[in-house]
Nanobody, 116 residues
Framework: QVQLVESGGGLVQAGGSLGLSCAAS?????????MGWYRQYPGKQRDWVAT???????IYPDSVKGRFTISRDNAKNTVYLQMNKLKPGDTAVYYC?????????WGLGTQVTVSS
């Protein structure tokens, strides 16, 4: 059974940092899988936040570039998202998934709340 379990969210003041983790089990995660992070605002669709390829190349939208860093540990089947200089606009539920995502594999996500 494929499972993605996100963790590490919490409440932080603007300008602060948080590190998220995504532990993958089952067949979704392999060293050749491109993985990503997404976030969802209340009542909105999920937005893409970061991508990491099998070779370790990373891609970010302008909204988080320079503040967020995605990484992976293939031995631990885990993807990470380090978030620095957080803004209230980063408040959302954060999810990991393949890139492009598969609706079969969404986990419960982890809530990130940034206070002003």
């Amino acid at each position: 059974q494929v499972q993605l379990v996100e963790s590490g969210g919490g409440l932080v003041q603007a300008g602060g940092s948080l590190g998220l983790s995504c532990a993958a089990s089952g067949s979704i995660f392999s060293p050749s899988t491109t993985m990503g992070w997404y976030r969802q605002y209340p009542g909105k669709q999920r937005d893409w936040v970061a991508t990491i390829t099998s070779s370790g190349a990373t891609i970010y939208p302008d909204s988080v570039k320079g503040r967020f860093t995605i990484s992976r540990d293939n031995a631990k089947n885990t993807v990470y998202l380090q978030m620095n200089k957080l803004k209230p606009g980063d408040t959302a539920v954060y999810y990991c998934n393949k890139v492009p995502y598969s609706n079969t594999y969404w986990g419960l996500g982890t809530q990130v709340t940034v206070s002003s």
